[in-house]
């Protein structure tokens, strides 16, 4: 089990950057894949973008590809989303996920963060 914790959300305006950052806690970081999902209000959660475990393969969202990088620092038990050219539609609340895969799947991933706001106001 990994404890998570994100940071870094924030009011932004549209066209901005922010970066997430999630910690963990523990010495296996590096055993997990990572994963950032989203939920908005009123929507079910939904994946934006997962790292492999020494992070040589990411997968995006469509709606996020060319937006958001996925990174990771195994040293600093830290992963990270940056995200650019943010627009309205991506308000929700930011999760990082914890898993032994890479994937969509949010049932894959067996420990969760609980989650930083991001507003994106237009």
């Given at each position: 089990q990994v404890q998570l914790v994100e940071s870094g959300g924030g009011l932004v305006q549209s066209g901005a950057s922010l970066r997430l950052s999630c910690a963990a806690s523990g010495r296996t970081f590096s055993s997990y894949a990572m994963g950032w999902f989203r939920q908005a209000p009123g929507k079910e959660r939904e994946f934006v973008a997962a790292i492999s475990q020494r992070g040589g393969g990411t997968t995006y969202a469509d709606s996020v590809q060319g937006r958001?990088?996925?990174?990771?620092?195994?040293?600093?038990?830290?992963?990270?989303?940056?995200?650019?050219?943010?627009?309205?539609?991506?308000?929700?609340?930011?999760?990082?996920?914890?898993?032994?895969?890479?994937?969509?799947?949010?049932?894959?991933?067996?420990?969760?963060?609980?989650?930083t706001q991001v507003t994106v106001s237009s």
């Open positions: 958001f990088t996925i990174s990771r620092d195994n040293a600093k038990n830290t992963v990270y989303l940056q995200m650019n050219s943010l627009k309205p539609e991506d308000t929700a609340v930011y999760y990082c996920a914890a898993g032994l895969i890479r994937t969509p799947n949010p049932t894959v991933y067996h420990d969760w963060g609980q989650g």
